[in-house]
Nanobody
Framework: QVQLVESGGGLVQAGGSLRLSCAAS????????MGWFRQAPGKEREFVAR????????DYRNSVKGRFTISRDNAKNTMYLQMNSLKPEDTAVYYC?????????????WGQGTQVTVSS
């Protein structure tokens, strides 16, 4: 069984950058597709990016394309989300999850989340 722990969140000014990490325990991470989601106060959790088990296939929501980059290091059992040119509307709790798809129900293991706050 995979357990997921996010880190790297924080407070940053608009235009700044953060890199989120998702550390996975268990031996199945290397064969698992993974994704990032986010949830702002009062809003539903939404898809941000996903990556195949090999890292060769990635997808992003339109609003983060060109600013965010998802990657993984299977040797370290870790997935990343590099976030550049951050905007106040990126403020949310960010979650990593195991699965493949664009909806939350397509993911079966979730981390506890890490807060990202972007000030204007």
């Amino acid at each position: 069984q995979v357990q997921l722990v996010e880190s790297g969140g924080g407070l940053v000014q608009a235009g700044g950058s953060l890199r989120l990490s998702c550390a996975a325990s268990g031996t199945t991470f290397r064969s698992s597709a993974m994704g990032w989601f986010r949830q702002a106060p009062g809003k539903e959790r939404e898809f941000v990016a996903r990556i195949s088990w090999s890292g060769t296939s990635t997808d992003y929501r339109n609003s983060v394309k060109g600013r965010f980059t998802i990657s993984r290091d299977n040797a370290k059992n870790t997935m990343y989300l590099q976030m550049n040119s951050l905007k106040p509307e990126d403020t949310a709790v960010y979650y990593c999850a195991r699965g493949w798809g664009f909806s939350t129900y397509e993911y079966n293991i979730w981390g506890q989340g890490t807060q990202v706050t972007v000030s204007s």
